[in-house]
T-cell receptor
């Protein structure tokens, strides 16, 4: 296993279109996170899954955003009716069971809304 | 609300010139403090986890320390390949394990 995998790496879309990103976590990791990062800022938490259950969502996650993790394996993040303000790097991270364990990040999906 | 402040925002060093990066935090019960390195266009790469005041971790030219209110990342005799953005993050006790990040310190090491 080579780490957290995210696809696509880059996505350019027109305003108003829907986009979906995929994250494949490290295989034995049951915790999965989505973060958003804009230029010059640190990543901001969006949502958290433990196995297939979505246990926490940030208030940053508007109604246009939805995330799933069917069967507790890969996860998808969908943005509906994209806006220019959605342009950012979307990062996925996973961590192993247990307390205080470090999260490992994927390379991210760079979204540009034109 | 958990907060993380990193300073300086940017730091330029000559190769071999040692320095320290600062991370100040406020959190409702610290589960862990994390340091990551991020290269342009890539995801953060895990460096260290610190759990309690007084703890220190080392890796090559990097050494991380923790007090009750801040953490330092000491860089000894840096090389150009150490150039990156260094991110600090806290994980609060009782949380869903999500991380609250600072804005990072952009380090440039000149040859």
């Amino acid at each position: 296993d080579t780490g957290v995998s995210q696809n696509p790496r880059h996505k350019i879309t027109k305003r108003g279109q829907n986009v979906t990103f995929r994250c494949d976590p490290i295989s034995e990791h049951n915790r999965l996170y989505w973060y958003r990062q804009t230029l010059g800022q640190g990543p901001e938490f969006l949502t958290y899954f433990q196995n297939e259950a979505q246990l926490e969502k940030s208030r940053l996650l508007s109604d246009r955003f939805s995330a799933e993790r069917p069967k507790g394996s890969f996860s998808t993040l969908e943005i509906q009716r994209t806006e220019q303000g959605d342009s950012a790097m979307y990062l996925c991270a996973s961590s192993a069971p247990g307390g205080g364990t470090e999260a490992f990040f994927g390379q991210g999906t760079r979204l540009t809304v034109v | 609300e958990d907060q993380v402040t990193q300073s300086p925002e940017a730091l330029r060093l000559q190769e071999g010139e040692s320095s320290s990066l600062n991370c100040s935090y406020t959190v409702s019960g610290l589960r862990g403090l994390f340091w990551y390195r991020q290269d342009p266009g890539k995801g953060p790469e895990f460096l260290f986890t610190l759990y309690s005041a007084g703890e220190e971790k080392e890796k090559e030219r990097l050494k991380a320390t923790l007090t009750k209110k801040e953490s330092f990342l000491h860089i000894t005799a840096p090389k150009p390949e150490d150039s990156a953005t260094y991110l600090c993050a806290v994980q609060a006790a009782g949380s869903a394990r999500q991380l609250t990040f600072g804005s990072g310190t952009q380090l440039t090491v000149l040859p």
